[in-house]
């Protein structure tokens, strides 16, 4: 049996049709037949290989939902046809401490589902039966494949900083990740505040649960949160000055970068004064992805998406590339 899938040969490649043949499927292995997968701009950096880490062939695509189509002899709480969704990470040693205690997405052993195999920019993709997740019934296939890595890692954040419903949060780039952050910031209570470079995306920023929305190429409108936010979010994947978001941070407030921006330069004075925190936050464990989705359910959380077809790959990465998309594109197998 071969996986049909698309690869980028070498960095900055199109997209090619790619077929190879998988190993014998291990006994805690689920395979999914992919129906709908995601464009993160992880992807993008890893076909553009920004990260200097050379991957290629690369099939990219980590944000799966599809059909279980076959199940190792181990496995126990999956069955073929299962709706199933695979994010960032598709497996760990399952023994370690970090994995016995929340932490399966620092384990050592942790195996990205793009890093060194391939991923869900194909008919088929496997992992570990622990980062498998079932898809709660209340949510639709297409809208919910971004929440397996970008929902994920806007998520983790909120229980992993400690942020309370009570807080006054802010988001900055409204872009796949942001646009969920919106989302889940404004379910889980907060007041939140979202921070754009595109004035265009005010009013849906609105309607997808900001409170207020700043263009932050208008310095005046800058000015307005000053020493009054808890918490931001960082997710632009280019680098800016960060130092104006630490006065608009109260004391103890935590700047959080999930974006992968390069270089940050912070000014100390900006930490000292008032116990301010630069932290960063690496997507999220299997308990987590699984209260994620209980939480988007629940609220009705999904991403708002442009579906194209699986051979409209390379137009779709292109658009990802160029930031015109609103907000999340998603390939379709349908
Ligand atoms: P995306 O959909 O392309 O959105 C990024 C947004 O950043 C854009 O829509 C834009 O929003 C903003 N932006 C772009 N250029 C900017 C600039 N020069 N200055 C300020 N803002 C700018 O990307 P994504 O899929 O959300 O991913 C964002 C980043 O997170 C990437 O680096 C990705 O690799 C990383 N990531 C990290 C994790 C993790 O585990 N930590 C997981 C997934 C992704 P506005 O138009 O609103 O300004
Ligand atoms: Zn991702
Ligand atoms: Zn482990």
């Known amino acids: ?87 960032w990470i598709c497996g760990s040693c399952n023994k370690c401490e970090r994995c016995a205690t929340g932490d399966s997405n620092f384990c050592t052993s942790a195996q990205g589902t793009i890093i060194g195999r391939h991923g869900g920019y194909a008919d088929k993709v496997r992992a570990k039966e622990r980062f498998v997740f079932h898809i709660p019934e209340g949510l639709a296939s297409d809208t919910t494949a971004p929440l397996m890595c970008a929902g994920t890692t806007v998520y983790t954040p909120l229980k992993s900083y400690d942020v309370k419903p009570w807080m006054r949060v802010g988001v900055i780039g409204i872009g796949g990740l942001g646009h969920l952050a919106l989302q889940f910031y404004r379910a889980w209570g907060c007041e939140v505040i979202a921070f754009s470079t595109s004035e265009d995306k005010r009013e849906e920023a609105l309607s997808l649960g900001a409170h207020d929305f700043i263009c932050t190429k208008d310095e005046a409108q800058l000015l307005k949160y000053q020493g009054n936010i808890d918490f931001i979010l960082s997710t632009p994947y280019a ?71 699986f051979d409209q790959i390379n137009e779709a990465i292109d658009i990802v590339r160029n930031d015109q998309a609103k907000y999340r594109i998603v390939l379709t197998n349908e």
């Open 1 to 87: 049996m071969s996986i049909k899938a698309y690869a980028a040969m070498a960095a900055k490649d199109e997209l090619t049709p790619f077929e190879y043949t998988p190993e014998a499927l291990q006994d805690d292995e689920v395979e999914v037949r992919v129906s709908h997968c995601g464009v993160c701009h992880s992807d993008i950096h890893l076909i553009d290989d920004d990260w200097g880490v050379n991957l290629f062939p690369l099939v990219a695509g980590h944000e799966v939902v599809g059909e279980v189509s076959a199940i190792g002899v181990g496995v126990t709480n999956m069955a073929v046809g299962d709706r199933v969704g695979i994010g």
């Open 239 to 309: 680098s800016f000055d960060v130092n104006p978001y630490f006065t608009m941070l109260g004391p103890r407030g935590k700047f959080c970068i999930v974006g992968a921006m390069g270089n940050v330069e912070v000014n100390t004075m900006n930490l000292l004064t008032g116990n301010k925190s630069l932290c960063g936050s690496e997507n999220g464990n299997d308990e987590t992805v699984r209260e994620m989705l209980q939480f988007a359910e629940r609220h009705q959380i999904g991403a708002k998406i442009q579906k194209m077809a």
